[in-house]
Every structure is written in structure tokens, then in C-alpha cells.
């Protein structure tokens, strides 16, 4: 409750923070990110010394976030497991997913947070809801791609991806022009 000040307005309420935790708390989930995700290439069949080098680019990402080895970082993987082949939709793919979009919003946050500052985990609590919801996404999308029959498809569920991209491309156009 806040109390009225003598010229009529109320004075804002005051709300004392914890200690939060060390911005570098960021670069070290990197860092571990980064090696269950060299784990499950080595589990893919990855050789050694690819894996090597993307140690290499995930301590340059966990000394410089805000530098391009963040993008190979990321990308790497999805070359990685392309080179190895196998079945698109795996339980190894579907976790690189998660992983690497995992490392992405890490490595965007520690190139925003400063090492000495204190990061409080209420703040980023939208953005761990966006990554819970893309993630149910990904796997409602892959558990369809598992469903459907790997042969012909109909040219009824062909006509009606072609509408449902059309509407979804006419709704992003519409909301662009709203914003503008």
C-alpha cells in the first residue's frame, strides 16, 4: 500500500531486490550448453576433431558473446549432423534443437549483461516462457512429421498447406502494416 505525500500524489511503492546472481553466471551456461551439445554430436557419430573445433568456437563465444562465433556456434551443429546423415527426426536432432536455440538466447543475454553486473532471475522469466513455447512448438511439429505417412500426399492436405502458408504469410503482412 503506498501512502498519500501532502501534495495529494502517492508516493511509489519501493521494492528491495535480492543479490541476484553474477552476470557471469550467462557465459558460464554457455559454456555448459555448448558441451551437452558437442555431447550429442559425439553420440551421433561426430568425430573428434570437429568436436575439437567447436570447443574452440564455444570458448570464443563464452569470452566474446557479442561476436560472430556465436552464429557458428549455432550453425555448426545442424552442418554436423547433416554430414553424419540419418533419419531428419530423431531424439539427437530434436535435442540439438532445443540446445542450440538454447545457446542463441544465452549468448544474446550475455552480450547485453555485463560480467560484473548482478542479473536477477524474475527478468528473464519472459524469456524463458518464449523458449518453453517455441520448444512445444518444434515438438508438436516434429511428433506431426512423425505421424504423417512417408509416402504420396494427398491433394487435399497439399491444398490446404498452400492456403494455411498463404494465410499465415497474409497475417504477418497485415501485422507489419499495423506496426508501420
Known amino acids: 500500500m503506498t501512502a498519500p505525500s501532502p501534495a495529494g500524489f502517492e508516493e511509489p511503492e519501493v521494492v528491495r531486490l535480492a543479490g541476484g546472481l553474477p552476470g557471469w553466471v550467462l557465459r558460464a551456461a554457455i559454456g555448459v550448453v555448448a558441451l551437452a551439445v558437442a555431447g550429442v554430436l559425439y553420440a551421433e557419430g561426430v568425430m573428434i576433431a570437429p568436436l575439437v573445433l567447436y570447443v574452440g568456437l564455444a570458448a570464443v563465444?563464452?569470452?566474446?558473446?557479442?561476436?560472430?562465433?556465436?552464429?557458428?556456434?549455432?550453425?555448426?551443429?545442424?552442418?554436423?549432423?547433416?554430414?553424419?546423415?540419418?533419419?531428419?527426426?530423431?531424439?539427437?536432432?530434436?535435442?540439438?534443437?532445443?540446445?542450440?536455440?538454447?545457446?542463441?538466447?544465452l549468448s544474446a543475454y550475455a552480450a547485453l549483461?555485463?560480467?560484473?553486473?548482478?542479473?536477477?532471475?524474475?527478468?528473464?522469466?519472459?524469456?524463458?516462457?518464449?523458449?518453453?513455447?517455441?520448444?512445444?512448438?518444434?515438438?508438436v511439429l516434429a511428433a506431426l512429421v512423425v505421424l504423417l505417412s512417408g509416402g504420396r500426399t494427398d491433394e487435399v492436405v497439399e491444398v490446404v498447406a498452400v492456403v494455411c502458408a498463404v494465410g499465415l504469410v497474409a497475417g504477418a503482412v497485415a501485422l507489419l502494416r499495423r506496426r508501420s
Open 113 to 139: 549483461i555485463p560480467t560484473r553486473s548482478r542479473i536477477h532471475l524474475k527478468a528473464l522469466r519472459p524469456a524463458a516462457l518464449r523458449y518453453v513455447l517455441v520448444q512445444a512448438g518444434v515438438l
Open 61 to 105: 563465444t563464452v569470452a566474446i558473446p557479442a561476436s560472430a562465433a556465436v552464429i557458428l556456434l549455432v550453425v555448426y551443429p545442424a552442418v554436423a549432423i547433416v554430414v553424419v546423415g540419418g533419419p531428419p527426426v530423431r531424439p539427437g536432432v530434436l535435442a540439438l534443437v532445443a540446445l542450440t536455440h538454447l545457446l542463441h538466447v
